[in-house]
């Protein structure tokens, strides 16, 4: 009986978690400074961006700070039809850091 209850209890947590994971992914889609994506460097930024669009050309990317001077990288795209999309990311983890 015990068996099935760490059993239980296990799954619950697993599915808890996955529950939370969706909706930090949803959350942050980088499609505002708010929703900004966290990464580790540049070339996550590209790959995730690649990911996301991936027939896209990249125009542009500039480098923004909120008012509380966080960092955030933009990354902007044309995609085929001709509609531009802005990727938000945020670079604070390795900004300024060396």
């Known amino acids: 009986m015990k068996e ?14 996955n ?3 969706t909706q930090n992914q949803t959350l942050n889609d ?3 400074m708010e929703k900004a994506i966290k990464v580790s460097s540049v070339a996550e930024e590209y790959k995730i961006a690649r990911n996301k669009c991936p027939d896209c ?3 542009s990317q500039t ?4 008012d509380k001077e966080k960092p955030f ?12 999309v802005d ?6 983890k390795f900004f300024g850091k060396f």
């Open 57 to 59: 050309q990249l125009e």
């Open 63 to 66: 480098l923004s700070m909120d």
């Open 4 to 17: 099935i209850k760490y059993l239980f209890l296990i799954t619950a947590c697993f599915t808890l978690f």
């Open 87 to 92: 990727y938000y990311f945020d670079i604070s």
């Open 30 to 32: 980088g499609s505002s």
């Open 19 to 21: 529950c939370v994971s």
């Open 73 to 84: 990288d933009i990354l902007t795209y044309t995609k085929p039809n001709g509609e531009k």
